[in-house]
């Protein structure tokens, strides 16, 4: 199962964590978005052993993500927030293995329930 959880409402520029709660043993996890009345898209990956993260142009160098093992809980840090962020964002996972550099958007087959978050301008 997985639980998504930490969206909210927050200005421009600011920062928000999102979690994620896995159970059961997958091959990667990751992070997509879907902004109202647009298609569901991917935003980061992380595999298992935390190789090879992923992620969207649109993200890359202000979303982190990361994964906790003990807590079996993986996170997207979200920094530099743009209003265009705003949407409904779910956690994945897949038992499907991709090789490092490989984008895994197509991969994931598990999914939870999102958690919205809005950033105002």
């Known amino acids: 199962q997985l639980q998504a959880f930490g969206g909210g409402l927050v200005q421009a520029g600011d920062s928000l964590r999102l979690s994620c709660t896995v159970s059961?043993?997958?091959?990667?996890e990751g992070w997509f978005r879907q902004a109202p009345g647009e298609e569901r898209a991917f935003v980061a990956a992380i595999t298992r052993t935390g190789d090879s993260p992923y992620y969207a142009d649109s993200v890359k160098g202000r979303f982190t993500i990361s994964r906790d093992y003990a807590k079996n809980t993986v996170y997207l840090q979200m920094n530099s927030l743009k209003p265009e962020d705003t949407a409904v964002y779910f956690c994945?996972?897949?038992?499907?293995?991709?090789?490092?550099?490989?984008?895994?958007?197509?991969?994931?087959?598990?999914w939870g329930q999102g958690t919205l978050v809005t950033v105002s301008s």
């Open positions: 059961g043993r997958t091959f990667a």
């Open positions: 994945a996972s897949t038992l499907k293995y991709y090789s490092a550099g490989y984008n895994p958007k197509d991969k994931f087959t598990y």
